[in-house]
């Protein structure tokens, strides 16, 4: 593949995820705020974190998203043995930073204050009592998800183009092939050399009938392997 078409493909592919981690970030939010209106609805109050935090958690969470997606398409998928393993521990690597980013994102908009931070261990509310590594498994069960998720839609468009330029490519070696066909016929049946064929056999008629009845019939195969 040129350079130019490798840059056409990363750009292609940088802009499908970016704009498949836009659509998450959104439905992330979306689903925070619902949960945390249905929660408070019976009392229970700052369990999920609020759209800045959350907003915040997807953008430090999209440079690492990237860089997965690019070490997952360096890793490839054969040998499936040796591949499946890494392709999943890059999924997990990404996944875990989940919580981590949340709990810098709180800090960051201000509902922590930066001595009281810890990377590995953060509670929007003290009162309520939140097993972390709950939050962990869950954190890390919702990413994953959206890894897997973002892989298959970058394999997928991979296949799509590799299925996209193989039909162009059969339609320009069909078009190539109709232009050699069709110098062929032009050569094989070009006016002068048919006409000289004509005149060949009119003169054959009188003079000798049956080569002119085999001449004829090859001038009629010829016609007929030429136009196939």
Not at 160 to 185: F, I, M, T
Not at 216 to 226: F, N, Y
């Given at each position: 593949?040129?350079?130019?078409?490798?840059?056409?493909?990363?750009?292609?592919?940088?802009?499908?995820?970016?704009?498949?981690?836009?659509?998450?970030?959104?439905?992330?939010?979306?689903?925070?705020?619902?949960?945390?209106?249905?929660?408070?609805?019976?009392?229970?109050?700052?369990?999920?974190?609020?759209?800045?935090?959350?907003?915040?958690?997807?953008?430090?969470?999209?440079?690492?998203?990237?860089?997965?997606?690019?070490?997952?398409?360096?890793?490839?998928?054969?040998?499936?043995?040796?591949?499946?393993?890494?392709?999943?521990?890059?999924?997990?690597?990404?996944?875990?930073?989940?919580?981590?980013?949340?709990?810098?994102?709180?800090?960051l908009v201000g509902?922590?204050?930066?001595?009281?931070?810890?990377?590995?261990?953060?509670?929007?509310?003290e009162r309520v009592?939140?097993?972390?590594?709950?939050?962990?498994?869950?954190?890390?069960?919702?990413?994953?998800?959206?890894?897997?998720?973002?892989?298959?839609?970058?394999?997928?468009?991979?296949?799509?183009?590799?299925?996209?330029?193989?039909?162009?490519?059969?339609?320009?070696?069909?078009?190539?092939?109709?232009?050699?066909?069709?110098?062929?016929?032009?050569?094989?049946?070009?006016?002068?050399?048919?006409?000289?064929?004509?005149?060949?056999?009119?003169?054959?008629?009188?003079?000798?009938?049956?080569?002119?009845?085999?001449?004829?019939?090859?001038?009629?195969?010829?016609?007929?392997?030429?136009?196939?």
């Amino acid at each position: 593949m040129s350079n130019v078409g490798l840059a056409q493909k990363y750009r292609s592919e940088f802009l499908l995820l970016t704009i498949f981690w836009a659509y998450v970030t959104v439905t992330n939010i979306m689903w925070g705020m619902s949960m945390k209106a249905s929660l408070a609805s019976i009392g229970i109050t700052n369990v999920f974190a609020d759209v800045n935090p959350r907003l915040v958690q997807h953008l430090l969470l999209y440079p690492p998203f990237l860089g997965a997606m690019w070490l997952s398409r360096q890793i490839a998928w054969q040998p499936l043995w040796r591949s499946i393993p890494l392709q999943l521990l890059c999924g997990l690597f990404f996944s875990a930073l989940g919580n981590p980013a949340m709990n810098v994102a709180l800090p960051l908009v201000g509902m922590y204050s930066w001595h009281e931070f810890n990377l590995l261990n953060s509670s929007i509310n003290e009162r309520v009592p939140t097993s972390q590594s709950f939050l962990w498994i869950a954190s890390v069960s919702m990413f994953m998800v959206t890894y897997v998720f973002g892989l298959v839609l970058v394999v997928g468009f991979e296949y799509y183009r590799r299925y996209r330029d193989s039909q162009l490519r059969a339609q320009a070696l069909e078009r190539s092939l109709g232009a050699a066909h069709l110098a062929v016929l032009r050569m094989q049946l070009s006016p002068h050399t048919f006409f000289n064929l004509l005149h060949t056999i009119r003169g054959q008629v009188a003079w000798d009938p049956e080569v002119a009845q085999s001449m004829i019939v090859q001038l009629g195969d010829l016609l007929r392997r030429a136009l196939r």
